[in-house]
């Protein structure tokens, strides 16, 4: 099956190069094809939780203490984070407007300075992958759990509050027009609206390491099923930042408490992994690595869109946070959402 797809507006980047980039990638076979016909399995209407459910981990920068999440209902549309340590601060709402970094992973804050989340990511794409609009995050502190099973864990917590439809439509959301948005090492992110006017999201997402991880491409449309699989998938690094993390890191406020374990993060290095890689296929290669990039990092970006469930097609090369999150605020900026009826 082949997958075609145009540049359309270059907003961000070199043109040139994010065409010879679009080249690249379209030379890229496709590992793995995931597509459903018909209706997502996704309500149409808008969507809150039935009940509340927690779920306790270590910390991902402190572990040696115990953070917990719980996902509630909300009257209000919209994710929005509580931090219930923090008494007298407001909701932060969970939007492109409040990201405040993006550097390693994607910090959202407002109000007090101490009031953030750091690394939600892996949180929020729950938002479009369970398909759930209005949910109240309380957090006990802005240091998310970190689990051995990636976001499972909090998929689960979702699945047992139960999805619940509210009395009117779901807000949906596409561009206007074909529009691309490149990096500054050969990456881009493309964003098309719906074949048919499909109240569909698909992802093309393609990455290209030079190591064990090496060349990696899979197209699926969004689904609880989809979602659910790529959950399970870890974040990666380097052998090398893990050396650092385990020894000059010491020093430094951003990992000197790191809890990563070859158990939590899928490390590698040229030729191998460290610990077991999973989704492993029938030629040995892991497909762990863009299972985890499309759906717990874009899928988070996708979710800071505010004004409803994006649809569409977004393509993504060798992109990462930075990219993402720059992509997103130029939709905004350039006034290119549009509501889909």
Not at 55 to 69: C, L
Not at 243 to 251: A, H, N, P
Request: proline letters at 5%; hydrophobic letters at 40%.
């Amino acid at each position: 099956m082949q997958f075609s797809y145009p540049v359309g507006r270059v907003l961000l980047g070199d043109a040139q190069s994010v065409k010879r980039a679009h080249e690249r990638f379209h030379a890229q076979p496709v590992d793995v094809v995931d597509l459903c016909e018909g209706p997502t399995g996704y309500s149409d209407r808008r969507t809150t939780l039935g009940d509340c459910c927690s779920v306790t981990g270590p910390g991902t920068f402190y572990k040696r203490a115990q953070r917990t999440v719980t996902f509630g209902p909300s009257a209000d549309y919209g994710w929005w984070i509580d931090r219930t340590d923090l008494a007298e601060q407001l909701k932060t709402h969970v939007t492109i407007r409040n990201v405040w970094t993006s550097a390693r992973n994607i910090v959202l804050r407002s109000g007090n300075p101490h009031n953030y989340l750091r690394m939600v990511e892996h949180i929020v794409a729950l938002r479009l992958g369970m398909g759930v609009d209005d949910v109240v995050l309380s957090v006990n502190s802005g240091d998310p759990p970190l689990f051995d099973r990636s976001s499972l864990d909090l998929v689960e917590a979702v699945e047992r509050a139960g999805v619940v439809e509210r009395d009117e439509p779901a807000r949906c959301v596409t561009v206007k027009e074909p529009v691309s948005f490149g990096g500054d090492r050969g990456d881009f992110l493309t964003f098309l609206p719906p074949e048919n006017g499909e109240k569909k999201l698909r992802i093309d997402c393609a990455i290209d390491f030079d190591s064990i991880i090496g060349k990696q491409r899979i197209v699926f449309d969004v689904t609880p099923k989809t979602f659910r699989h790529g959950a399970f998938a870890r974040t990666n690094a380097s052998y090398s930042q893990m050396l650092m993390v385990r020894t000059v890191g010491w020093l430094m406020a951003d990992t000197r408490n790191l809890g990563y374990t070859t158990d939590n993060i899928l490390i590698h290095s040229k030729n191998r992994y460290y610990g077991e890689p999973r989704f492993v296929q029938p030629d040995g290669r892991s497909l762990e690595p863009v299972w985890h990039r499309a759906t717990l990092d874009l899928l988070a970006a996708l979710a800071l869109i505010d004004a409803g469930r994006f649809v569409g097609r977004v393509v993504s090369y060798r992109a990462g946070h930075t990219l993402d999150v720059r992509a997103v605020a130029q939709l905004y900026l350039r006034e290119l959402l549009t509501p889909l009826v």
